[in-house]
T-cell receptor, first 114, second 112 residues
């Protein structure tokens, strides 16, 4: 079975540029999560969706960050304009959003903003 | 969700059992204990979870104390590939959206 698929795996860009990260959740999963991981702050939840609807975006750092889920099989996390402090590994996870079902993570996008 | 406390690091000899403790003394009745691990440069990997009873799967065993205030993840025969950061997370069943809050975890080093 295919797991959570994220693209690109690595992204290097200059500050001020727009960055778009992509995620394809596991088929049949109806909850999707975006996390960010840095050495200083560890793994932080940015936003999550249930049935394609954003439920909690309180972890989104600021207005430069936005996330969409146009359908059940695709989500994007966009940063515009990007800044060096946005450099991190961004993970997407999905789960069956009921009961005690675990989340399953992709392998992440390593983002470097120069 | 209840907070968890884990030792920052542990060593284990290859082939021996690795026992990773987790304290969750403020856990409430509807909260599950989840374990994930993160191998370098990969996303977190789900290992196991439980509520009250001990659980076992192909990866590990989870032992939860009777008062549920602590638990132990057991890797019965650790290999070098089990070197990773292990996260213990407590989450309520009615936690909307199955949100997980990751702490610092335990960095397990399996040595030859």
């Amino acid at each position: 079975d295919a797991g959570v698929i994220q693209s690109p795996r690595h992204e290097v860009t200059e500050m001020g540029q727009e960055v778009t990260l992509r995620c394809k959740p596991i088929s049949g999963h109806n909850s999707l999560f975006w996390y960010r991981q840095t050495m200083m702050r560890g793994l932080e939840l940015l936003i999550y969706f249930n049935n394609n609807v954003p439920i909690d975006d309180s972890g989104m750092p600021e207005d430069r960050f936005s996330a969409k889920m146009p359908n059940a099989s695709f989500s994007t996390l966009k940063i515009q304009p990007s800044e060096p402090r946005d450099s991190a590994v961004y993970f997407c996870a999905s789960s069956i959003g009921q009961g005690n079902q675990p989340q399953h993570f992709g392998d992440g996008t390593r983002l470097s903003i120069l | 969700d209840a907070k968890t406390t884990q030792p920052p690091s542990m060593d284990c000899a290859e082939g021996r059992a690795a026992n990773l403790p987790c304290n969750h003394s403020t856990i409430s009745g509807n909260e599950y204990v989840y374990w994930y691990r993160q191998i370098h440069s990969q996303g977190p990997q789900y290992i196991i979870h439980g509520l009250k009873n001990n659980e076992t799967n192909e990866m590990a065993s989870l032992i939860i104390t009777e008062d549920r205030k602590s638990s132990t993840l057991i890797l019965p025969h650790a290999t070098l590939r089990d070197t990773a950061v292990y996260y213990c997370i407590v989450r309520a069943l009615n936690n909307a959206g199955n949100m997980l809050t990751f702490g610092g975890g335990t960095r397990l080093m399996v040595k030859p």
